[in-house]
């Protein structure tokens, strides 16, 4: 096991356009998180997972982002009808006990 | 809200030196993780700390929890190049939400 992945790494895409993302959790973690960062800032957290249930949302979490993880495996953000202020970094994180323990390498969103 | 805050901002010293760096808050935290985190890459988790007063040592990094778990230090010693990143605090309330601070940026020079 090589750790968290995501994919895509990079994505540009235009206002108002869809767009998902997808993390690959160490295998026996059953803890998954999302977060958002932007430049020159800390990670903000947007969802929280045990297993296949989402347990914690954020506030920044829009109506227009959506989360995932079917199978209590990998999950998917998506992002509806993008805007500007969507551009960041998406990270997630897998974790088996206490803390945010391994992050994936994230996503790095433009829109244009 | 919680709010963590990180200082020095910025800090650029040169290789062997000592620095500490800071994470404060005015609530309370049931655990603190430091981070650091390089360029175009996602954190990497340094230690954990839970119990007020803990000090922990990593090598070179020691971390310090505040006694009323509300702040926390980490020190380096000898700074070496490969040390250069943003180094990241975040804290747990006693749900799942972990509250990052801004970061240190810190750059060891040759």
């Known amino acids: 096991d090589t750790g968290v992945s995501q994919d895509p790494r990079h994505k540009i895409t235009k206002r108002g356009q869809n767009v998902t993302f997808r993390c690959d959790p160490i295998?026996?973690?059953?803890?998954l998180y999302w977060y958002r960062q932007t430049l020159g800032q800390g990670p903000e957290f947007l969802t929280y997972?045990?297993?296949?249930?989402?347990?914690?949302k954020s506030r920044l979490l829009s109506d227009r982002f959506s989360a995932e993880r079917p199978k209590g495996s990998f999950s998917t953000l998506e992002i509806q009808r993008t805007e500007q202020g969507d551009s960041a970094m998406y990270l997630c994180?897998?974790?088996?006990?206490?803390?945010?323990?391994?992050f994936g390498p994230g996503t790095r969103l433009t829109v244009l | 809200t919680q709010l963590l805050e990180q200082s020095p901002q910025f800090l650029s010293i040169q290789e062997g030196e000592n620095l500490t760096v800071y994470c404060n808050s005015s609530?309370?935290?049931?655990?603190l993780q430091w981070y650091r985190q390089e360029p175009g890459e996602g954190p990497v988790l340094l230690v954990t700390?839970?119990?007020?007063?803990e000090v922990k040592k990593l090598k070179r990094l020691t971390f310090q929890f505040g006694d009323a778990r509300k702040d926390s230090s980490l020190h380096i010693t000898a700074a070496q190049t490969g040390d250069t990143g943003l180094y990241l605090c975040?804290?747990?309330?006693?749900?799942?939400?972990?509250?990052f601070g801004p970061g240190t940026r810190l750059s060891v020079l040759p």
């Open positions: 994180a897998s974790s088996q006990s206490v803390g945010l323990e391994f």
């Open positions: 295998s026996e973690h059953n803890r």
């Open positions: 997972f045990q297993n296949e249930a989402q347990l914690e």
């Open positions: 609530s309370v935290f049931s655990s």
């Open positions: 700390v839970v119990t007020g007063g």
């Open positions: 975040a804290g747990a309330d006693y749900g799942q939400n972990f509250v």
